[in-house]
């Protein structure tokens, strides 16, 4: 009897999926939208989309999808969700837009944030140069962005402003703007891991910033003054870097974790500890941790001895543990010019590559650099 009722249970919460198969369906199918509600858009060109005040559940999601993801529907301006909550978008292109891709906020109202989506398999592509990003997150908590593809930006591939347990993995930037990932205004507790990084522009991973005061989530007001910080608690592992001027950066923040990670040929640098908010109350860029990480880079691309130190930081408080550094010039000059002693670092030792040149940083069997690198992470 029980189970006769549990399954007539799950039946009456079921809801028919939607097909969408015209430019002006995917706004009215979104008005209509409630929890359990099934959107499939089938494959075409559609407009852009703004929809907000979309709420599912946690056990009856609003699913937002392709019907076919062998051919994903296109399309040709942004996407914009204010104010939803357990979300799941997947599968869909975003190309050409003339603003950011894939929009999602909490509708410019600190304190009651958007919650609990999870969007994956999204590919978005040839976005304008200037403040322009791929996947822009404003004020969303308890996130996931999974497997997705983000080409030709010209801001940040994913630019989050005040966002907080959030997860990003499996995605792949390449040919980028300013950065590839950027966690500001407040994000804290983002783990960022096994995605691709190449020729990604200024920062591959910009782990804080500089953002307007009134932008802050939570507001500064709430966070007594001499704590505040642009980010927090923020991990970057597993992921693999390939050029780009510095494949991390650490900016206002307080803690932050890269570990596990492959970086080759950087242009200038393997990291960078700055602070561009300098007004009162904020703590200097501190509690970096640096370990376990594969870096190749060569002589002529090579700044600073590899760290860029900037005013107004605390670099005594960070620390390196166990990198492994090889100047494919110089072997000799392996060795980086790093704020701190570290500790079991590896200098000068060929790491072995399967096949660098065709962009597989795996290494051999038996190479020294088997412990670290993004090859190495264990879960």
């Not at 009722?5 to 995917?26: I, K």
């Not at 950065?179 to 407040?186: E, L, Y």
């Not at 050029?243 to 990670?261: I, K, L, M, R, T």
């Amino acid at each position: 009897m029980l189970s006769i009722l549990a399954n007539l249970a799950m039946l009456l919460n079921q809801t028919s999926p939607v097909v969408v198969g015209d430019s002006a369906q995917p706004m009215g199918a979104l008005s209509k939208a409630g929890p359990g509600s099934v959107i499939k858009i089938a494959p075409g060109s559609y407009r852009g989309v703004f929809a907000s005040n979309l709420h599912g559940t946690s056990e009856r999601p609003i699913i937002i999808t392709a019907q076919d993801p062998k051919k994903p529907p296109t399309f040709t301006s942004g996407l914009q969700f204010s104010k939803i909550s357990h979300i799941q978008i997947s599968d869909l292109v975003i190309e050409n837009a003339t603003t950011n891709g894939l929009n999602i906020d909490d509708g410019g109202t600190t304190g009651t944030a958007s919650h609990h989506v999870r969007v994956s398999k999204i590919q978005v592509r040839h976005l304008p140069k200037g403040n322009h990003d791929g996947i822009k997150l404003s004020g969303l908590d308890d996130f996931e962005i999974a497997d997705c593809t983000i080409e030709d930006w010209g801001g940040s591939g994913i630019d989050m402003v005040g966002c907080h347990r959030g997860k990003i993995s499996g995605c792949s930037l390449r040919q980028g703007g300013d950065s590839g990932i950027q966690a500001k205004g407040g994000t804290s507790a983002v783990l960022i891991e096994k995605s691709r990084f190449e020729a990604y522009g200024q920062r591959g991973v910009n782990i804080g910033g500089s953002t307007g005061l009134q932008f802050f989530r939570p507001a500064l007001e709430s966070i007594p003054s001499g704590s505040r910080y642009e980010a927090k608690d923020i991990r970057v592992r597993g992921c693999t870097f390939i050029g780009g001027a510095a494949p991390f950066a650490f900016v206002g923040v307080d803690g932050a974790e890269v570990s596990f990670n492959t970086i080759y040929k950087p242009e200038r640098w393997a990291l960078r500890i700055l602070q561009e908010t300098t007004v009162a109350g904020f703590v200097p860029s501190r509690r970096g941790v640096f370990a376990d990480n594969l870096i190749v880079f060569k002589s002529e691309n090579w700044v600073s001895g590899g760290v860029n130190v900037g005013a107004r930081t605390s670099p005594e408080t960070f620390n390196f543990a166990r990198n492994f550094w090889f100047n494919a010039t110089s072997a000799r000059a392996s060795k980086p010019s790093l704020p701190v002693a570290e500790v079991g670092g590896i200098y000068g030792a060929d790491p072995g590559f399967i096949d660098a040149g065709a962009g597989d940083l795996r290494v051999k069997s038996g190479s020294p650099a088997a412990a670290v690198g993004a090859h190495a992470l264990r879960q």
